[in-house]
């Protein structure tokens, strides 16, 4: 643990690190200019509230077979009610929010001894990550709202981190980028509240009075205000000179959609995604690489932290491990969701009553599996084959054939 006084050089590397963030964020891009952008917070909105709504699971590891546990309060608490005044999926997608933005999100793990009686949010500005000095054996601490917290007393997801606890986020990443958006929105901005009209200056052949050039800025501010209708006449000898281009000389409407795409980029989102016309493979590859990192990423951290140890390094009864369930993914499509149940079905993957389970449906109670009768069933560690039309088992390498007594 890093103890107050820090020394001199434990502290040069953090504020050379800080220094140059500074240096990086010149054009002053925050959170809420970021979300400002439409591109930015459209995707920043469909990541985190794909990601909320997908259900966590606890599953055993029972010599290779994966048993699922539904009793497990913290089942309860990551997909229903987590506590306080946040409901799971709330909580979730601000904490997926915070790791896109700001590189790392936090979850309070409130305990009674050994047991997880809670889940609390903490806005990644609210939480100051202090990191020991060691390069390899690391530890750090969580001061937040002036107290200081342990590292495993939180869920922890942080984007390119070094050290676990910190992270850097697409703001950080994308400074100078997000800028140039922001500024272009905030010049459509400007040019809307002046009606379109040029900026520029007045220039003269000779001295202007006090008088005439107050006239002249009175109505040239009217002029600039898109509720008004102003008329301006420049007296002999004074012409206006434009300063700034249109529009449509700057080509405002291609640089929207250029910046839009460009701002998708940044999140691994096809644009397509945003405005609802993307199809089944650019969904599926959006997916793969933007919505199951950050997944991973989650499965960690509950790994990690809300884990203890001998449930994950449990012998006999099978190690427990979480995992997202993305078959929600699907939900939005019925005819490809029942097409793939009616694979897993034929192929004895799946039985009906677990299908129905995913749909929510109640049990039916038929337990039986389908067996073709036109397949043979080989038995590799007996080397028997069986023939379910004819009812014979025979052993390879030999010639008895024996009736199946069933």
Do not use: H
Request: hydrophobic share 40%.
């Amino acid at each position: 643990m890093l103890k107050w006084p820090w020394k001199k050089e434990e502290r040069a590397g953090a504020a050379d690190e800080a220094f140059l963030q500074v240096l990086l964020q010149k054009d002053g891009i925050t959170r809420e200019k970021a979300l400002g952008i439409p591109s930015v917070a459209e995707c920043v909105d469909v990541i985190s509230s794909t990601v909320a709504m997908l259900p966590v699971k606890l599953f055993r590891d029972e010599k290779g077979k994966a048993e699922e546990i539904t009793d497990d309060p913290r089942v309860f608490l990551l997909n229903d009610e987590p506590g306080g005044l946040m409901d799971s999926f709330q909580m979730k997608k601000a904490w997926v929010t915070d790791y896109l933005l700001d590189g790392r999100g936090y979850l309070y793990i409130e305990r009674e001894r050994n047991e997880v009686t809670g889940l609390r949010y903490a806005a990644a500005s609210d939480v100051s990550p202090v990191v020991g000095p060691d390069p390899i054996y690391k530890t750090a601490d969580l001061l937040v709202g002036g107290r200081v917290y342990r590292d495993f007393e939180f869920l922890k997801i942080t984007r390119r981190s070094k050290d676990g606890v910190q992270g850097t986020g697409i703001i950080q990443d994308n400074a100078t980028a997000l800028a140039v958006a922001y500024n272009s929105l905030m010049f459509e901005n400007s040019l809307v509240k002046t009606g379109g009209n040029k900026r520029g200056f007045l220039k003269a052949t000779e001295r202007v009075e006090k008088g005439v050039m107050d006239q002249l800025k009175e109505g040239f501010k009217q002029l600039y205000q898109n509720d008004s209708e102003a008329v301006i006449v420049l007296n002999k000898g004074v012409d206006f000179q434009q300063a700034s281009s249109t529009s449509v000389e700057m080509q405002l409407n291609e640089n929207k959609r250029t910046n839009a795409a460009e701002m998708c980029k940044l999140f691994n989102t096809p644009p397509t995604i945003i405005d609802g016309t993307a199809k089944d493979e650019e969904v599926a590859l959006w997916a793969k690489i933007c919505i199951a990192p950050i997944l991973t990423a989650i499965e960690s951290a509950l790994n990690k932290d809300l884990l203890l140890y001998t449930e994950k390094r449990r012998q006999g009864n099978g190690a427990l491990y979480f995992s997202v369930d993305t078959t929600e993914l699907l939900k939005g499509d019925m005819q490809k969701r029942f097409a793939a149940y009616q694979i897993a079905a034929q192929n004895n993957i799946m039985q009906v009553d677990e299908i129905r389970y995913k749909e929510n449906l109640p049990p039916l109670g038929v337990n039986f599996i389908k067996l073709g009768l036109q397949d043979v069933l080989y038995d590799p560690a007996t080397g028997s084959v069986f023939t379910p039309n004819t009812g014979q088992v025979q052993t390879l390498g030999k010639k008895e054939v024996k009736q199946d007594e069933s």
